[in-house]
Protein backbone atom coordinates (compact mmCIF):
# COMPACT_ATOMS: atom_id res chain seq x y z
CA UNK A 1 0.00 0.00 0.00
CA UNK A 2 1.74 3.34 -1.04
CA UNK A 3 1.69 5.51 2.28
CA UNK A 4 3.89 8.80 0.71
CA UNK A 5 4.61 9.76 -2.82
CA UNK A 6 7.13 11.89 -3.69
CA UNK A 7 8.54 13.69 -6.42
CA UNK A 8 11.73 14.32 -7.69
CA UNK A 9 12.96 18.09 -8.36
CA UNK A 10 15.99 20.43 -8.07
CA UNK A 11 17.59 21.94 -5.27
CA UNK A 12 19.29 25.37 -6.04
CA UNK A 13 20.77 28.63 -4.27
CA UNK A 14 17.80 31.10 -4.21
CA UNK A 15 20.45 33.37 -5.64
CA UNK A 16 20.77 31.59 -8.85
CA UNK A 17 17.67 32.29 -10.76
CA UNK A 18 17.18 29.00 -11.61
CA UNK A 19 13.21 28.05 -11.91
CA UNK A 20 12.97 25.29 -14.17
CA UNK A 21 14.90 22.30 -15.50
CA UNK A 22 15.83 24.33 -19.27
CA UNK A 23 17.77 27.00 -17.49
CA UNK A 24 20.23 24.39 -16.36
CA UNK A 25 21.49 23.47 -19.67
CA UNK A 26 25.18 23.69 -19.86
CA UNK A 27 25.38 23.90 -16.33
CA UNK A 28 26.51 21.09 -13.64
CA UNK A 29 24.01 19.31 -11.97
CA UNK A 30 24.91 16.89 -8.52
CA UNK A 31 22.65 14.14 -7.77
CA UNK A 32 23.17 10.80 -5.54
CA UNK A 33 24.77 7.35 -7.34
CA UNK A 34 22.68 4.57 -7.34
CA UNK A 35 19.56 6.30 -7.18
CA UNK A 36 16.56 6.39 -9.61
CA UNK A 37 17.61 10.30 -10.51
CA UNK A 38 20.92 9.35 -12.41
CA UNK A 39 18.06 7.16 -14.58
CA UNK A 40 16.12 9.91 -15.05
CA UNK A 41 18.48 12.82 -15.48
CA UNK A 42 20.03 10.09 -18.82
CA UNK A 43 16.29 10.13 -19.99
CA UNK A 44 15.98 13.95 -19.60
CA UNK A 45 18.98 14.54 -21.53
CA UNK A 46 18.01 11.49 -24.23
CA UNK A 47 14.20 12.75 -24.18
CA UNK A 48 14.54 16.64 -24.72
CA UNK A 49 18.27 17.04 -25.47
CA UNK A 50 18.73 19.29 -22.28
CA UNK A 51 22.28 18.87 -21.52
CA UNK A 52 24.53 19.60 -18.19
CA UNK A 53 27.48 18.28 -16.47
CA UNK A 54 26.91 15.57 -14.14
CA UNK A 55 28.38 14.90 -10.49
CA UNK A 56 27.69 12.10 -8.33
CA UNK A 57 27.73 12.43 -4.72
CA UNK A 58 27.97 8.79 -3.03
CA UNK A 59 25.47 9.87 -0.53
CA UNK A 60 23.03 12.11 0.21
CA UNK A 61 24.80 14.89 2.05
CA UNK A 62 27.91 14.84 -0.38
CA UNK A 63 25.24 15.41 -3.35
CA UNK A 64 23.99 18.60 -1.48
CA UNK A 65 27.32 19.57 -0.28
CA UNK A 66 28.08 20.13 -4.17
CA UNK A 67 25.34 22.51 -4.22
CA UNK A 68 26.25 23.83 -0.87
CA UNK A 69 29.80 24.76 -1.86
CA UNK A 70 29.00 26.28 -5.68
CA UNK A 71 30.99 23.31 -7.35
CA UNK A 72 27.14 22.25 -8.71
CA UNK A 73 24.42 24.57 -9.60
CA UNK A 74 21.45 22.09 -9.09
CA UNK A 75 21.05 18.79 -6.88
CA UNK A 76 18.24 16.47 -8.15
CA UNK A 77 16.51 13.78 -6.25
CA UNK A 78 12.93 13.42 -4.72
CA UNK A 79 12.10 16.49 -2.75
CA UNK A 80 11.51 15.33 0.75
CA UNK A 81 15.74 14.31 0.70
CA UNK A 82 16.39 17.73 -0.50
CA UNK A 83 14.06 19.71 1.75
CA UNK A 84 15.57 17.85 4.53
CA UNK A 85 19.26 18.29 3.41
CA UNK A 86 17.97 22.19 3.33
CA UNK A 87 16.20 22.68 6.55
CA UNK A 88 19.67 21.14 8.12
CA UNK A 89 21.90 23.45 6.15
CA UNK A 90 23.55 26.68 7.89
CA UNK A 91 21.47 28.78 5.86
CA UNK A 92 18.15 27.44 4.96
CA UNK A 93 16.99 30.36 3.05
CA UNK A 94 19.40 30.39 0.52
CA UNK A 95 18.34 26.96 -0.81
CA UNK A 96 15.03 26.31 -2.82
CA UNK A 97 13.36 23.70 -4.62
CA UNK A 98 11.80 23.91 -8.18
CA UNK A 99 11.03 22.99 -11.35
CA UNK A 100 8.26 20.67 -12.56
CA UNK A 101 8.79 17.19 -11.23
CA UNK A 102 10.88 14.84 -13.35
CA UNK A 103 8.80 11.71 -11.86
CA UNK A 104 6.69 10.85 -9.30
CA UNK A 105 8.04 7.81 -7.16
CA UNK A 106 5.49 6.12 -4.43
CA UNK A 107 7.20 4.67 -1.34
CA UNK A 108 5.63 1.89 0.71
CA UNK A 109 6.25 0.01 4.22
CA UNK A 110 8.51 -2.77 3.46
CA UNK A 111 7.08 -6.49 4.19
CA UNK A 112 7.43 -9.84 4.27
CA UNK A 113 6.50 -11.63 1.36
CA UNK A 114 3.51 -14.41 0.90
CA UNK A 115 1.76 -13.72 3.79
CA UNK A 116 -1.87 -12.54 2.60
CA UNK A 117 -3.05 -11.98 6.17
CA UNK A 118 -0.82 -9.63 7.57
CA UNK A 119 -0.80 -7.51 4.17
CA UNK A 120 -4.10 -7.01 4.65
CA UNK A 121 -3.80 -6.13 8.23
CA UNK A 122 -1.35 -3.42 7.55
CA UNK A 123 -2.84 -2.48 4.51
CA UNK A 124 -6.52 -2.02 6.71
CA UNK A 125 -4.75 -0.27 9.08
CA UNK A 126 -3.23 2.06 6.76
CA UNK A 127 -6.72 3.20 4.96
CA UNK A 128 -8.28 3.87 8.48
CA UNK A 129 -5.35 6.26 8.74
CA UNK A 130 -6.64 7.66 5.65
CA UNK A 131 -9.94 8.09 5.86
CA UNK A 132 -9.51 9.25 9.34
CA UNK A 133 -6.95 12.26 8.45
CA UNK A 134 -4.70 10.55 10.92
CA UNK A 135 -1.98 10.07 8.13
CA UNK A 136 -2.53 13.85 6.90
CA UNK A 137 -1.79 14.65 10.57
CA UNK A 138 1.14 12.85 11.16
CA UNK A 139 2.27 14.12 7.33
CA UNK A 140 1.51 17.69 9.13
CA UNK A 141 3.58 17.34 12.11
CA UNK A 142 6.85 15.89 10.24
CA UNK A 143 6.90 18.00 6.96
CA UNK A 144 5.35 21.25 8.06
CA UNK A 145 5.54 21.72 12.00
CA UNK A 146 9.24 22.62 13.37
CA UNK A 147 11.16 18.86 14.36
CA UNK A 148 12.69 18.90 17.73
CA UNK A 149 15.69 19.48 18.78
CA UNK A 150 16.67 21.47 16.42
CA UNK A 151 13.39 22.39 15.19
CA UNK A 152 13.69 22.50 11.74
CA UNK A 153 11.22 22.30 9.45
CA UNK A 154 11.46 20.31 6.22
CA UNK A 155 8.08 22.70 4.81
CA UNK A 156 7.29 20.76 1.77
CA UNK A 157 3.20 21.10 0.96
CA UNK A 158 1.48 17.81 0.57
CA UNK A 159 1.48 17.20 -3.27
CA UNK A 160 -1.33 16.58 -4.79
CA UNK A 161 -0.42 13.27 -5.69
CA UNK A 162 -0.20 12.27 -2.44
CA UNK A 163 -3.67 13.63 -1.73
CA UNK A 164 -4.64 11.49 -4.74
CA UNK A 165 -2.79 8.33 -2.62
CA UNK A 166 -4.67 9.23 0.39
CA UNK A 167 -7.72 9.71 -1.23
CA UNK A 168 -7.96 6.07 -3.44
CA UNK A 169 -5.79 3.60 -1.29
CA UNK A 170 -3.89 1.44 -3.42
CA UNK A 171 -0.52 -0.63 -4.31
CA UNK A 172 -0.43 0.64 -7.58
CA UNK A 173 3.57 0.36 -9.37
CA UNK A 174 6.01 3.02 -9.95
CA UNK A 175 4.68 3.01 -13.27
CA UNK A 176 0.98 3.73 -12.95
CA UNK A 177 2.46 6.95 -11.13
CA UNK A 178 4.48 7.96 -14.15
CA UNK A 179 1.01 8.15 -16.32
CA UNK A 180 -1.19 10.33 -14.17
Not at 22 to 42: C, S
Amino acid sequence: MTTYVTEARFAVKTASGITSVDQLVGKTVATTTGTTLVQRLRKLEQDRGVTFNLLYGKDHAESFLLLESGRADAFAMDENTLAGNISNSKSPQEFKIVGKPLGIEPIAIMIRKDDARFKAAVDDAIKRMMSSGELEQIYTKWFLRPIPPRNAVINISMSDSLRAAFAKPGDDPAEAYENK
